[in-house]
């Protein structure tokens, strides 16, 4: 499954799946870089696999959303 992290509360990652399912996880088991918008993958909730090239991806994607809605 694949996941973005949403945002972190009090010691949580709050991530989102592509069905946007949210999953509460301590925010420990992302490792100590994790940011805001990072996409990972997990098969059994347990380890993370930071997808540094589908996070860019994603990135681009939006920025490129947000520039055609308000450009």
């Not at 069905?19 to 940011?35: M, P, R």
Request: aromatic share 10%; hydrophobic share 40%; net charge negative.
């Amino acid at each position: 499954m694949i996941y973005t992290l949403e945002r972190f509360e009090d010691g949580l990652a709050i991530l989102l799946d592509d069905n946007k399912e949210i999953l509460s996880i301590n925010k420990a088991l992302l490792g100590d870089f994790a940011q805001i918008g990072n996409v990972f993958e997990s098969d059994n909730q347990a380890d993370f696999k930071f997808l540094d090239n589908e996070t860019k991806n994603r990135k681009r994607s939006a920025i490129s959303l947000h520039r055609s809605l308000f450009n």
